[in-house]
């Protein structure tokens, strides 16, 4: 695997973990008890962005190194997958 090709799947791989990440821990305006004028209430009330941010390049790295101990180390092609 060449590392444009990794730098391709682990961004690839990235973005999926991101989305998956993002409602962990979530707690609402309204929930809170705290809506801030002209948002919505269901906007968060805080975010947490840079540890959501951290967890998702953790995370990803875990799975990229599955896929590149796969593709690479045991020679898993897109053949190998298809029944």
Known sequence: MSWISALAVYFVIWW???FAVL???VRTQEEEGEV???TDRAAPAVPRMWWKLLATSLVAALIFGVVYLAIAVFGVTLED???
């Open 16 to 18: 999926l973990v991101l």
């Open 23 to 25: 409602p962990f821990g």
């Open 81 to 83: 997958l298809v029944v």
């Open 36 to 38: 801030t004028l002209g």
